[in-house]
């Protein structure tokens, strides 16, 4: 997070979140997780916390809060990042994929290449596990990456439908002037660069990594400040924004049933 207002944000909607899906808010428990996920973006937390109210059930740890944080980064699951990475054995597909995705295939290729399919996924998987759990302990975002096929009229279809799953952020507009023209795509009104390690389309740019180390610390030193009385008083505030919200949309309901 970069200052206080984005840390009360964050403490807020984690207490939300974890209060609507039925999991008693501890305090101490919520600085905790907190601190664990001080070091992300906030559109990337937003989304995810999003998510997480409309999809998960059950107890919301740190580690739950990170996988969805990685769907919103466009990092996917080890099987469907293996069916990706099989349709750039097609020399005609045009493939739009992340680093860590093309590092994992370097190691599953020659093995699928020699005729062993079960060899081949096996490679991957781990593969893909050692290099996105690497990443994670470095706090670093994968990178999307176009890989062109030979088929010309293809590769804009597939970037289209990379674009509408939400593995291409920031559009054709997040495409490289190069891309663009191999695609015989026009100019867009304001070229934005593909995600790197430490950028954010949608956010604030990401400090260079050695700077996330000091921000952590930053966090962890605000976090010891509060002292228990205050920490209370933030979770009363939470609750009672709850009611209130809850109130509010009964009294709303109320007047709207009882409209001719």
Request: charged share 25%; net charge neutral; hydrophobic share 45%.
């Amino acid at each position: 997070m970069r200052d206080d207002l984005d840390t009360d944000w964050l403490l807020e909607e984690l207490g939300a979140t974890m209060e609507l899906s039925g999991q008693q808010v501890r305090p101490a428990a919520l600085l905790l997780l907190a601190e664990d996920l001080a070091h992300i973006d906030k559109p990337v937390l937003r989304l995810a916390l999003a998510r997480i109210r409309a999809e998960h059930r059950g107890p919301i740890l740190t580690g739950t809060v990170l996988q969805y944080v990685d769907h919103a980064m466009g990092r996917m699951l080890p099987a469907e990042a293996y069916g990706l990475a099989l349709t750039s054995a097609d020399q005609q597909a045009t493939v739009v994929w992340t680093d860590e995705i093309a590092q994992a295939w370097a190691v599953a290729a020659p093995l699928l290449d020699a005729g062993d399919k079960f060899g081949a996924r096996q490679a991957f998987i781990e593969a893909y596990g050692r290099i996105t759990g690497e990443a994670r302990a470095l706090r670093r975002r994968p990178v999307v990456q176009v890989s062109l096929g030979h088929d010309p009229e293809a590769r804009a279809r597939a970037v289209q439908e990379a674009i509408t799953a939400g593995r291409l952020p920031g559009g054709l507009e997040g495409l490289t002037d190069d891309l663009r023209e191999q695609l015989q795509l026009p100019a867009p009104r304001a070229a934005l660069a593909l995600p790197a390690p430490d950028s954010v389309p949608t956010g604030p740019k990401r400090e260079v990594l050695s700077k996330l180390a000091t921000l952590r610390e930053a966090f962890a030193l605000k976090a010891s400040r509060f002292t228990p009385v205050q920490v209370q008083a933030r979770a009363d505030r939470m609750r009672v924004g709850q009611a209130k919200r809850r109130t509010a949309a009964a009294v709303a309901q109320h007047q709207q049933g009882s409209q001719p």
